[in-house]
């Protein structure tokens, strides 16, 4: 696990204790510390420790900088089951406390963000704020981000001006290299043991097939051996299908590039944010149903300050492959059960209750991995 923490004082150091028993250190272990500059904001100093290796769903009590509060946390599981939350498009307002919060009230093993996250938009001081908003819930549980539109943060073509994702990449530290992408704007991670390898691409990042990124996502899912790990995930920001009017077509170009690999490796769900709503469709590939597709889920409704994407196109091309559709703020959960069954659901944010408003069971099938087509008469069918 790597712990993430900022502190004003630049003699801080960067040092995680950590044991099983609360305010009883057994371990502790050092690690690196950064900062940077956005024109006339000067970041705290970054810490990025990483503690390990530690017992599968294990509960940890740390402490950071050898002084200060005690958090916990609990690892992922070595093995099925295993809960991954799902939320995009969080934010920092009423609606995303009230996603958090849902979230949080049942257990679940590791968050997954499909982009935008403090919602900054180049106003540093509210990457501060945003750590500390989701301070409780991030320092508790993993969360695994990708990027999106407002980590861009792309400033005016001047001398000295800050680069695109800087302050995303300073802050939020992701095991690219692990990964062996050259860069944090995608990269992956094998949970539960290796069973569900989880894909995190970079929709502005080059996704040409002449690009690395593409390059790098062809060696990746040609890497998994599907007999160890029948679960392949997909998060990315700008979605591939979409019948909401909102950010209509953005995501084209990189489906027209890439799609081919995800199907070709058979991946099993494809998770986007960008549009403020909740949309599912139903298992697609190039614009047709396909059942060796993945499933297609927008889930950019984690509560920001932009408000609600509501149209939803009623005659658009893609209506009749879109399951469920609502512009509502929520979550997801992915609980993938075994090798062969994953339940989905969608739990709307309804004032004090978190409401299920979608709910499917999906099915892996070795028909389809072994190349014999979208033949549904094959493949046993995901069930509502």
Not at 143 to 155: D, L
């Amino acid at each position: 696990m790597r712990v993430s923490w900022v502190t004003e004082d630049k003699r801080a150091k960067s040092v995680v204790e950590y044991g099983k028993v609360s305010g009883n250190y057994t371990a502790s272990a050092t690690g690196e510390h950064t900062s940077y500059r956005y024109f006339l904001y000067s970041s705290g100093k970054i810490h990025h420790v990483k503690i390990g290796p530690l017992d599968p769903g294990t509960v940890y009590y740390y402490r950071c900088g050898m002084a200060g509060d005690e958090f916990s946390l609990k690892t992922p599981p070595a093995a099925l089951p295993i809960e991954l939350a799902v939320a995009g498009d969080l934010g920092q307002t009423e609606w995303t406390a009230s996603t958090l919060s849902h979230v949080g009230r049942s257990d679940y093993d590791m968050l997954l963000v499909p982009g935008d996250l403090s919602y900054a938009d180049a106003q540093q001081p509210l990457w501060d704020s945003f750590g500390r908003f989701v301070q409780r819930y991030a320092s508790r549980r993993p969360w695994m981000v990708t990027e999106g539109n407002h980590e861009v943060e792309a400033a005016m073509a001047l001398p000295d001006s800050p680069r695109p994702f800087t302050a995303y990449a300073a802050r939020w530290r992701m095991p690219y290299e692990e990964s062996g992408s050259a860069t944090s704007l995608y990269y992956s991670f094998d949970a539960a043991g290796g069973a569900v390898h989880v894909v995190m691409l970079g929709s502005y990042a080059d996704f040409n097939s002449s690009s690395e990124q593409y390059s790098w996502l062809a060696r990746d899912l040609a890497a998994v051996d599907r007999a160890a790990t029948p679960w392949v995930v997909v998060l990315l920001h700008a979605p591939w299908y979409n019948t909401n009017a909102a950010h209509e077509g953005e995501g084209e170009a990189m489906r027209k590039a890439m799609e081919r690999l995800l199907y070709e490796a058979r991946v099993d769900v494809v998770f986007a944010g960008h549009v403020h709503a909740y949309e599912r469709f139903t298992r697609v590939y190039n614009n047709e149903a396909n059942t060796c597709g993945p499933v297609h889920i927008t889930i950019g409704d984690g509560g920001n300050r932009e408000g609600l994407a509501f149209d939803f196109r009623k005659n658009h091309k893609l209506a009749p492959l879109s399951a469920v559709r609502e512009a509502s703020f929520g979550h997801g959960r992915l609980r993938v059960v075994n090798a062969t069954a994953a339940r989905w659901t969608w739990h709307r944010n309804d004032d004090a209750d978190s409401t299920v408003r979608d709910e499917i069971w999906l099915a892996a099938d070795a028909a389809c991995r072994q190349g014999s087509g979208g033949g549904a008469a094959n493949y046993p069918a995901d069930e509502l």
